[in-house]
């Protein structure tokens, strides 16, 4: 399956690259100086590559490396294309803590939605790393896109990654959630 | 319960949300929202009447409550306010009736049923009810006869405003067939209290605290 995992620079490694050379992954985790990614977003890299070996490499790169990595499909650079603003919202996503800095990404969510872009906003869902959210989109873009939650597919899973980033944090999500979860 | 107001604060000092209100007369309130917008001065999103604009300038009439919400929903739900003034420029029709009303989540306001539309109390209602916040549990809300009279007053009032005959006369008929009234006191006793949503009975007290906040700061008003 000819997959790819794209980084947030834009860097493209593909599923050759994985499978020639765990080296390959080494060099390019050399390259970022961030924080490694969860184990479950790893998990859901090696589900997408459907290569054992792989995670285990990943595994053993672990928690002392510095990669931050966005597990994504071969779609990944035609979302780009058609939605450009979104690697620059993977970025500026941590940070974005005040209404000033949300709304221009607010209107943008919604011009995907009023054009009925349903494909594109489940795959902003699907790219997103709820652990790299601040706390105002954790609680603000679930409860934007919830009306449109039967249109989406990753949904339910983008729910529960923000459900469990704010407990992460320290937060009740049952709480912050409300009217949203179970409570 | 604390407010806020001109006499002792000022409206930068709002954290992003509050829930405002102003006494019109002795039987009636007007209910809307202070919030923070996107370059971090407070403004007024409110249901003013028959297609008005919906976002103005905080005045010195208003008193102003915390809305009993964690920091991050609140700059979400200031957030949402900035859209909703944005989308709805031309206003939004007045009616007592807002069955099937809805806002998008990009802002935009919009009805499933003709003629319906929504009062400053259940403007704000929905503002909340559509980022799952449901203040107010409406199915427990009665249609009491007492309210036919200020209904009848207000679609006098919408009819001056040059509305369609067609509306008033389908608010007419609802009104005959039994519409529930939200006050704009239950709306924001609501919103600074806990345990949503809350019922006629669980609001009454909190609302009637609304109503004397409203009479101290009128009274505070004509000392100074």
Redesign the interface.
Known sequence: MALQIAFDDGYILNSTQLNNSGDEIEKTAGHFSRRMSPNKRLDNVVSLISEMTIKNHFKSVGGNSAINIRPVDVYFKSIIKSVPWLPEFLEESSEI????L??PY??K???L??NNDFEKCDKILKVTNTDDLS??L???MP??????REKLSSWELFLKGAEESIKEKG?DPK??????VQG | MNFYSCIDSIFSDVD?LCVAIQKISNSQNHVGLFF?????QTKLLHQPWHYRTLLTNPTEEYIWFDVEL?E??K??L???C??IA?QNEEGIAYSLCSNGTRF?????YSTEIMYTGLTCSTFVMQVFD?????ILDKKSWKNLPADKTWMNQIIQKVKQSEADKKFLSYQRKRIQEGVSRFRPEQVAAALNTIN?PHTPSSIREPANQVVQCLNDFEQALKKE
């Open positions: 803590d005040n209404p000033k949300a709304l607010y209107r969510f919604n011009n939605l009023l706390m105002l954790l609680v603000g409860r934007l896109f919830f009306q449109w937060f709480v912050l959630l409300k009217g949203i | 992003y923070k917008d996107s370059q971090d964690d991050f929903n700059m979400h200031a957030t949402f900035a859209l944005e998008s989540p990009d802002g935009s559509s980022q799952g916040f449901q949503w």
